[in-house]
């Protein structure tokens, strides 16, 4: 099971700001980067944020990641209807030597 | 292009095996390290393995370790994946992905399109 909790849905209208939580602990988020994937509706994921807020070539600038503690957020500002997916947070976690994906959250552009 | 192409999914009965294959293109396979995680119908991402660059090191999630084998053949550009003892909780979608770094491991950057896996009688 997910040992990163997210909200399960999340949701704007074109223009706004959206913030989905990841919250984690010490073996986890706490110690290690995190990174952030989208999932468009039936493909594979894609990198959206790695190393907390570094976003990788061709990803827009509407998208920011910050890290506090035991906990993440990803930003989506300017909301747009392509941004309709579902998000991960994801982290390595010392105590299980493995990686840890979050429950996820769909957002919707109203 | 970098590319990965998974294979060798199908319908298979409960207690049977099955291997998967991702072939990897457009990249120095050798120098980096790689993952599978699956996805069940309807349900999030779940990490399910990682090996590193040379094959040296391998880790598992609890719910595959002992079942399922992480492997790799850097002159053949592929990665494998020998799922034991199948169940049908093992029913998904099952994605390689690259890891950035070859070791200590860092994120997934690169992800193939899947294969799909059912495990059914």
């Known amino acids: 099971q997910s040992v990163l909790t997210q909200p399960p849905s999340a949701s704007g209208t074109p223009g706004q700001r959206v913030t989905i939580s990841c919250s984690g602990s010490?073996?986890?988020?706490?110690?290690?980067?995190v990174c952030w994937y989208q999932q468009l509706p039936g493909t594979a994921p894609k990198l959206l944020i790695y190393?907390?807020?570094q976003r990788p070539s061709g990803v827009p600038d509407r998208f920011s990641g910050s890290k506090s503690g035991t906990s993440a957020s990803l930003a989506i500002s300017g909301l747009r209807s392509e941004d309709e997916a579902d998000y991960y947070c994801?982290?390595?976690?010392?105590?299980?030597?493995?990686?840890?994906f979050g429950t996820g959250t769909k957002v919707t552009v109203l | 292009q970098v590319q990965l192409v998974e294979s060798g999914g199908g319908v298979v009965q409960p207690g049977r095996s099955l291997r998967l294959s991702c072939a990897a293109s457009g990249f120095t396979f050798s120098s980096y390290a790689m993952h599978w995680v699956r996805q069940a119908p309807g349900k999030g991402l779940e990490w399910v393995a990682i090996?590193?660059?040379?094959?040296?090191?391998?880790f598992y999630a609890d719910s595959v370790r002992g079942r399922f084998t992480i492997s790799r053949d850097n002159s053949k550009n592929t990665l494998y994946f020998q799922m034991n003892s199948l169940r049908a909780d093992d029913t998904a979608i099952y994605y390689c992905a690259r890891d950035r770094s070859g070791w200590p491991f860092d994120y997934m950057d690169v992800w193939g399109k899947g294969t799909t896996v059912t495990v059914s009688s």
């Open positions: 190393r907390n807020n």
């Open positions: 010490s073996s986890n988020i706490g110690s290690n980067y």
């Open positions: 994801a982290a390595w976690d010392d105590s299980l030597s493995g990686f840890v």
């Open positions: 090996i590193s660059y040379d094959g040296s090191n391998q």
